[in-house]
């Protein structure tokens, strides 16, 4: 479990800089420089994410249950995994689920982190998804008040269109059946669907 916690300190600790100070990531990038800044940003994930990975993958060879979920949760978690992939690539396709979501990877990371804590109910699940929708919670209303107080960046405007919700619909819908019918059995051992 230790590695798991680590992991997670890591990889969500990187990712919270501008929650906890909104002018943080850019004074550390100012005094860093801004490729060191970023191959830092990048090395600190990945050693987050792989410790994530690895400490979840021990952490399941003894659970520690915490709660038994209904049955039927599991259908309720396949329902709110339903737009998941398509949020996000939405994130990355502007128009008008980009748009209506306002910030479609956070919303994304909610949605599957709930998902998973419906359907699981180990020591690890709470700790790995509990951790991620803690996070995006927190993430969603420092965005909001980062905006408020002008220190917000934002990217460049990409050209938006009906044809990157087309492409966000049907690519996050296939993503989905191929995620759920093959790939997480595949990366994980465990069938959603039975």
Do not use: C
């Not at 990889?11 to 990531?25: A, K, N, Y």
């Not at 990945?46 to 021990?58: D, K, N, P, R, S």
């Not at 502007?94 to 109910?121: D, E, F, T, Y």
């Amino acid at each position: 479990m230790l590695w798991l916690v680590v992991g997670l300190v890591l990889f969500l600790g990187v990712h919270s800089v501008s929650i906890v100070s909104p002018q943080g990531r850019d004074a550390l990038a100012r005094r860093l420089g801004e490729g060191a800044w970023k191959g830092l940003y990048t090395l600190v994930s990945f050693a987050g994410l792989a410790l994530i990975v690895w400490g979840y993958g021990l952490a399941r060879e003894a659970p520690v249950l915490l709660y038994t979920p209904p049955a039927g949760f599991r259908h309720l978690a396949a329902l709110l995994l339903l737009p998941v992939f398509v949020l996000l690539l939405a994130a990355y396709l502007p128009g008008r689920i980009q748009r209506a979501a306002k910030h479609p990877m956070l919303l994304s990371v909610k949605l599957w982190a709930l998902a998973h804590l419906l359907a699981n109910g180990t020591l690890a699940d709470v700790l790995l998804f509990g951790g991620f929708l803690a996070w995006a919670v927190a993430d969603r209303i420092s965005v909001k008040r980062r905006a408020a107080a002008g220190l917000q960046r934002s990217a460049p405007a990409l050209p938006g269109g009906a044809a990157n919700d087309a492409i966000a619909l049907v690519g996050g819908l296939a993503l989905y059946a191929v995620f759920v019918f093959w790939a997480h059995a595949w990366l994980f051992g465990v069938r959603p669907m039975g």
